[in-house]
């Protein structure tokens, strides 16, 4: 799955991923730093190059920034929605 201008990348649960988005990143309290699924979005360009987009998780407990493909997302398990930020 490539990110393509106009769509929106979604957890597995079915909403869409926003910045700022509270979510449980393997268990732990996270937030989406970044969503990369725009091409003219400079902050996301190169994302956008090297992987077709994707996702930026912050998790400052363990593993500190996380990217994780547009073409992973859907098979991801570890990554929940929780609330918007």
Known sequence: MTAVPG???K???GEEIRKGDHV?????????????CDPNDPEAD???QEFGG???????MV?????I???QLNEYEDL???SRG
Do not use: K, Q
Request: glycine share 4%; charged share 20%; proline share 8%.
């Open 7 to 9: 769509h929106f990348l």
């Open 11 to 13: 957890y597995r649960s």
């Open 24 to 36: 449980l990143f393997h268990r732990n309290p996270a937030e989406v730093e970044l969503v990369a």
């Open 46 to 48: 190169w994302y956008m």
């Open 54 to 60: 994707g996702v930026m998780i912050l998790d400052p």
């Open 63 to 67: 593993s500190g920034r996380t990217f």
């Open 69 to 71: 493909p547009a073409d």
């Open 80 to 82: 929940e929605f929780v």
